[in-house]
Protein backbone atom coordinates (compact mmCIF):
# COMPACT_ATOMS: atom_id res chain seq x y z
CA UNK A 1 0.00 0.00 0.00
CA UNK A 2 2.84 2.33 1.00
CA UNK A 3 4.43 1.63 -2.59
CA UNK A 4 1.38 2.40 -4.11
CA UNK A 5 1.07 5.72 -2.62
CA UNK A 6 4.42 6.24 -3.27
CA UNK A 7 3.97 5.59 -6.50
CA UNK A 8 0.57 7.80 -7.32
CA UNK A 9 2.50 11.03 -5.64
CA UNK A 10 4.96 10.32 -7.82
CA UNK A 11 3.03 10.58 -10.84
CA UNK A 12 0.96 13.10 -9.68
CA UNK A 13 3.88 15.15 -9.07
CA UNK A 14 4.91 14.58 -12.53
CA UNK A 15 1.81 15.24 -14.08
CA UNK A 16 1.85 18.99 -12.00
CA UNK A 17 5.63 19.55 -13.33
CA UNK A 18 4.66 19.14 -16.82
CA UNK A 19 0.88 20.96 -16.64
CA UNK A 20 3.09 23.69 -15.30
CA UNK A 21 5.88 23.43 -17.99
CA UNK A 22 2.98 23.52 -20.67
CA UNK A 23 1.54 27.08 -19.05
CA UNK A 24 4.62 28.77 -19.16
CA UNK A 25 5.59 27.08 -22.64
CA UNK A 26 2.24 28.68 -23.78
CA UNK A 27 2.93 31.97 -21.88
CA UNK A 28 6.08 32.48 -24.15
CA UNK A 29 4.55 31.59 -27.11
CA UNK A 30 1.67 33.67 -26.27
CA UNK A 31 4.05 36.72 -25.52
CA UNK A 32 6.41 36.26 -28.55
CA UNK A 33 3.66 36.56 -30.87
CA UNK A 34 2.46 39.82 -29.14
CA UNK A 35 5.42 41.09 -29.66
CA UNK A 36 5.83 40.00 -33.33
CA UNK A 37 2.30 41.28 -33.83
CA UNK A 38 3.28 44.56 -32.41
CA UNK A 39 6.54 45.03 -34.32
CA UNK A 40 4.50 44.07 -37.63
CA UNK A 41 1.63 46.80 -36.63
CA UNK A 42 4.69 49.10 -35.79
CA UNK A 43 6.44 48.80 -39.46
CA UNK A 44 5.16 50.70 -42.29
CA UNK A 45 6.21 50.17 -45.53
CA UNK A 46 5.86 53.52 -46.70
CA UNK A 47 8.41 54.55 -44.68
CA UNK A 48 10.88 52.28 -47.44
CA UNK A 49 12.47 54.99 -49.47
CA UNK A 50 15.78 53.92 -51.22
CA UNK A 51 17.50 56.10 -53.49
CA UNK A 52 19.75 54.82 -56.43
CA UNK A 53 21.25 55.29 -59.93
CA UNK A 54 22.29 52.28 -61.80
CA UNK A 55 21.14 50.11 -59.28
CA UNK A 56 17.38 51.32 -59.81
CA UNK A 57 15.36 52.02 -56.46
CA UNK A 58 13.40 49.27 -55.01
CA UNK A 59 10.05 49.50 -53.44
CA UNK A 60 8.83 47.33 -50.57
CA UNK A 61 6.06 46.17 -53.03
CA UNK A 62 8.92 45.01 -55.38
CA UNK A 63 10.75 43.30 -53.06
CA UNK A 64 11.33 39.72 -52.45
CA UNK A 65 11.01 38.34 -48.75
CA UNK A 66 14.19 38.29 -47.83
CA UNK A 67 14.40 41.70 -48.88
CA UNK A 68 11.72 42.75 -47.16
CA UNK A 69 12.88 41.54 -43.96
CA UNK A 70 16.31 42.73 -44.94
CA UNK A 71 14.81 46.01 -44.73
CA UNK A 72 12.77 45.46 -42.25
CA UNK A 73 15.45 44.47 -40.02
CA UNK A 74 18.14 47.74 -40.67
CA UNK A 75 14.68 49.92 -39.73
CA UNK A 76 14.74 47.82 -36.47
CA UNK A 77 18.24 48.86 -35.67
CA UNK A 78 19.31 52.08 -34.76
CA UNK A 79 19.36 54.02 -38.08
CA UNK A 80 16.65 56.42 -39.25
CA UNK A 81 16.00 55.10 -42.75
CA UNK A 82 17.88 53.56 -45.43
CA UNK A 83 19.59 56.21 -47.53
CA UNK A 84 23.15 55.20 -48.92
CA UNK A 85 24.28 51.80 -49.47
CA UNK A 86 21.25 49.71 -48.45
CA UNK A 87 19.82 49.64 -51.90
CA UNK A 88 22.52 47.60 -53.70
CA UNK A 89 23.00 45.55 -50.52
CA UNK A 90 19.58 44.64 -51.06
CA UNK A 91 19.98 42.84 -53.92
CA UNK A 92 22.19 40.36 -52.15
CA UNK A 93 19.87 39.85 -48.96
CA UNK A 94 22.14 37.92 -47.10
CA UNK A 95 25.40 39.40 -47.80
CA UNK A 96 23.35 42.42 -47.10
CA UNK A 97 21.98 41.69 -44.16
CA UNK A 98 25.43 40.54 -42.99
CA UNK A 99 27.01 44.10 -44.37
CA UNK A 100 24.20 46.23 -42.28
CA UNK A 101 24.54 44.37 -38.89
CA UNK A 102 28.17 45.18 -39.22
CA UNK A 103 27.83 48.33 -40.01
CA UNK A 104 25.84 49.26 -37.31
CA UNK A 105 27.72 47.52 -34.63
CA UNK A 106 30.69 49.57 -36.03
CA UNK A 107 28.85 53.15 -36.67
CA UNK A 108 27.23 52.64 -33.13
CA UNK A 109 28.46 50.53 -30.72
CA UNK A 110 32.45 51.02 -31.64
CA UNK A 111 35.12 51.32 -28.96
CA UNK A 112 36.99 54.60 -31.14
CA UNK A 113 35.49 58.24 -29.59
CA UNK A 114 33.05 59.42 -32.12
CA UNK A 115 34.95 61.79 -33.60
CA UNK A 116 37.98 59.25 -34.43
CA UNK A 117 35.72 57.00 -35.78
CA UNK A 118 34.04 59.86 -37.95
CA UNK A 119 37.90 60.54 -39.17
CA UNK A 120 38.39 56.95 -39.97
CA UNK A 121 35.43 56.96 -42.29
CA UNK A 122 36.00 60.01 -44.22
CA UNK A 123 39.69 59.06 -44.56
CA UNK A 124 38.40 55.78 -46.36
CA UNK A 125 35.30 58.00 -48.29
CA UNK A 126 38.36 60.53 -49.47
CA UNK A 127 40.53 57.07 -50.45
CA UNK A 128 37.75 56.19 -52.74
CA UNK A 129 36.37 59.36 -53.86
CA UNK A 130 33.02 58.33 -52.47
CA UNK A 131 31.33 61.74 -53.01
CA UNK A 132 27.87 60.20 -50.76
CA UNK A 133 30.10 59.22 -48.07
CA UNK A 134 31.81 62.40 -47.90
CA UNK A 135 29.14 64.12 -47.62
CA UNK A 136 27.68 62.14 -45.27
CA UNK A 137 30.50 61.48 -43.00
CA UNK A 138 32.21 64.79 -42.95
CA UNK A 139 28.82 66.38 -41.42
CA UNK A 140 29.07 63.20 -38.93
CA UNK A 141 32.68 64.14 -38.29
CA UNK A 142 32.31 68.05 -37.45
CA UNK A 143 29.17 67.68 -35.43
CA UNK A 144 31.31 64.93 -33.04
CA UNK A 145 33.78 67.67 -32.35
CA UNK A 146 36.45 66.77 -35.34
CA UNK A 147 38.03 70.39 -36.47
CA UNK A 148 37.70 71.50 -39.81
CA UNK A 149 41.34 72.09 -40.47
CA UNK A 150 41.40 68.16 -40.00
CA UNK A 151 38.33 68.01 -42.60
CA UNK A 152 39.75 69.88 -44.99
CA UNK A 153 42.79 68.91 -44.98
CA UNK A 154 41.55 65.04 -45.73
CA UNK A 155 39.46 66.49 -48.49
CA UNK A 156 42.52 67.91 -50.09
CA UNK A 157 44.56 64.72 -49.22
CA UNK A 158 46.94 66.42 -47.21
CA UNK A 159 48.35 65.63 -43.82
CA UNK A 160 46.46 67.56 -41.06
CA UNK A 161 48.39 69.86 -39.13
CA UNK A 162 47.87 70.67 -35.23
CA UNK A 163 46.51 67.30 -34.41
CA UNK A 164 46.60 65.71 -31.13
CA UNK A 165 48.67 62.35 -30.23
CA UNK A 166 45.13 60.31 -30.57
CA UNK A 167 44.32 61.90 -33.91
CA UNK A 168 48.28 61.68 -35.60
CA UNK A 169 47.81 57.62 -34.34
CA UNK A 170 44.67 57.68 -36.00
CA UNK A 171 45.61 59.23 -39.41
CA UNK A 172 48.98 57.33 -39.71
CA UNK A 173 47.40 53.76 -39.29
CA UNK A 174 44.64 54.97 -41.48
CA UNK A 175 46.97 56.45 -44.12
CA UNK A 176 49.53 53.77 -44.42
CA UNK A 177 46.35 50.85 -44.24
CA UNK A 178 44.52 53.00 -47.41
CA UNK A 179 47.64 53.79 -49.54
CA UNK A 180 50.31 51.13 -48.56
CA UNK A 181 48.25 48.72 -47.60
CA UNK A 182 50.57 47.60 -44.75
CA UNK A 183 50.99 49.29 -41.13
CA UNK A 184 54.69 49.47 -40.04
CA UNK A 185 55.37 49.17 -36.44
CA UNK A 186 56.09 52.76 -36.02
CA UNK A 187 52.60 53.39 -36.78
CA UNK A 188 51.26 50.06 -34.89
CA UNK A 189 52.96 50.80 -31.94
CA UNK A 190 51.40 53.87 -31.52
CA UNK A 191 47.82 53.32 -32.95
CA UNK A 192 47.94 50.11 -29.59
CA UNK A 193 49.24 53.03 -27.07
CA UNK A 194 46.47 54.97 -28.31
CA UNK A 195 43.61 52.46 -28.64
CA UNK A 196 44.82 49.33 -27.52
CA UNK A 197 44.24 46.50 -29.74
CA UNK A 198 40.95 46.38 -29.43
CA UNK A 199 40.72 49.75 -30.95
CA UNK A 200 43.26 49.01 -33.32
CA UNK A 201 40.82 46.14 -34.66
CA UNK A 202 38.18 48.36 -34.53
CA UNK A 203 39.54 50.70 -36.61
CA UNK A 204 40.38 48.14 -39.19
CA UNK A 205 36.91 46.86 -39.33
CA UNK A 206 36.08 50.65 -39.42
CA UNK A 207 38.13 51.09 -42.55
CA UNK A 208 37.12 47.56 -44.17
CA UNK A 209 33.71 48.62 -44.05
CA UNK A 210 33.79 52.04 -44.93
CA UNK A 211 35.73 50.94 -48.04
CA UNK A 212 32.98 48.72 -49.26
CA UNK A 213 30.41 50.84 -48.72
CA UNK A 214 32.45 53.36 -50.74
CA UNK A 215 32.48 50.97 -53.90
CA UNK A 216 29.00 50.03 -53.10
CA UNK A 217 27.91 53.52 -53.85
CA UNK A 218 31.10 54.67 -56.58
CA UNK A 219 29.74 51.22 -58.46
CA UNK A 220 25.77 52.79 -58.16
CA UNK A 221 27.11 56.47 -59.20
CA UNK A 222 24.73 57.37 -56.24
CA UNK A 223 23.97 61.12 -56.65
CA UNK A 224 24.40 63.38 -54.39
CA UNK A 225 21.05 65.37 -52.85
CA UNK A 226 20.00 68.08 -55.08
CA UNK A 227 21.66 70.77 -54.43
CA UNK A 228 24.72 69.30 -53.57
CA UNK A 229 27.77 69.84 -55.52
CA UNK A 230 30.89 67.00 -54.71
CA UNK A 231 33.35 68.52 -53.17
CA UNK A 232 36.29 66.41 -53.40
CA UNK A 233 38.75 66.12 -56.40
CA UNK A 234 40.52 63.19 -57.84
CA UNK A 235 43.96 62.55 -56.39
CA UNK A 236 46.98 62.70 -57.96
CA UNK A 237 49.23 59.41 -56.94
Known sequence: MRQATRLTAIVVTVIVALASAACVSSTQVEETETVDAETS????PSTVQLVGNRFAPLTYEEMTDEQQQV???????????LGGPFNVMLRSPEIGDSLQELGARIRFN?????ALREMSIIMAGRHWTAHFEWYAHKNAALRAGLSPAIVDAIAAGTRPVGMSAEETALYDFCNQLLEIHQVDQAAFDAAVAAFGERGVVDTIATVGYYSIVSMLLNVDEYPLPEGVAPELQPLVR
Open 110 to 114: TFLPD
Open 41 to 44: AAFD
Open 71 to 81: ARNILAGPRAG
